[in-house]
């Protein structure tokens, strides 16, 4: 060290290095895992994922690599580590499978954050009373917007029909060719257990619909909590705090996959911002096909000049009234659901 006021001189410094530290050498290399094993991601909670791997059910927890990558619901992993199941057991999710379907919302229209709310499922139950609490059709639009927006298969569910008259909201419903099942309180459920036969199936509806008392029917042991709709609002509180699948059991006389489902949280919102119009149009291709001669740009809406569904219906090619529910839904994706 420099003997003036202490400090180093640019002759002392030229000879100072600084100690380096003895690490290992950074690698892109990543463990293969060839000794994972698949798994069902059957619900989540607070980051630790249940799965079914083989016979077990088995807590697990998402690892490092993985980032910021969702694993939601319906997921297919790879898993690692303690996969036997045993009370403080805990397993690795090292690898999520290509996901054949992704049912997406947003909070709000204007939020650009998209929310999975559940993945690979193939069928999407739009679960709504007849009465107490009653119909909601905006919001069941905007939900059959995105069921078709992700490709999966419509149903309706209408429950509590010994309240009220069902064909009232068919008759909204029946020019777009959603198959429908009508069930009460109570009631023989065998026509919706035909329908989720196969099926891999989410039910959608806001709280109180009775999605919950559907899934104590259908899985005796699944003992989901049953809420009740307030008098004075109308509605129900949520009582599933959690997406939860649940394979339904083997029904008698039918050979083949009885089907899963997934329980879903009451919904009071249903944001559509991921949704273009010419995604939805392709979910219909009758409708489809006669928008070919359209001007660029065209949203094929009633407000639309020359849209080539307008021309279709004056020359007596499609019918007004599946015209005019299309647009419905094409609006739904911008209109209130409240």
Known sequence: MSPVRGRYTTHDHEHYERPRRRTRPRTKERPSHDDALDGLVVTVDRGRFTLIVGDHIVTA???????????????????VGDTSGDDGSLARIVEVHERATVLRRTADDDDPVERIIVANVTQLVLVTALADPEPRPRLLDRALVAAYDARMAPLLCMTKSDLADPEVLLSTYRSLGVPWVVTQRGGDLDALRERLAGHVSVLVGHSGVGKSTLVNALVPDAHREVGHVNAVTGRGRHTSTSAYMLRLPALEGHEGDAGWIVDTPGIRSFGLAHVEPQHLIAAFPDLDEMTEGCPRGCTHGEDEPEC????????GEADPDRVTSFRRLLAARTASDH
């Open 308 to 315: 080539g569904l307008d021309e279709a219906v004056a020359a």
């Open 61 to 79: 927890m998402k690892s490092r690599p993985l980032g910021r990558k969702a694993v939601v619901v319906g997921d297919r992993v790879r898993v």
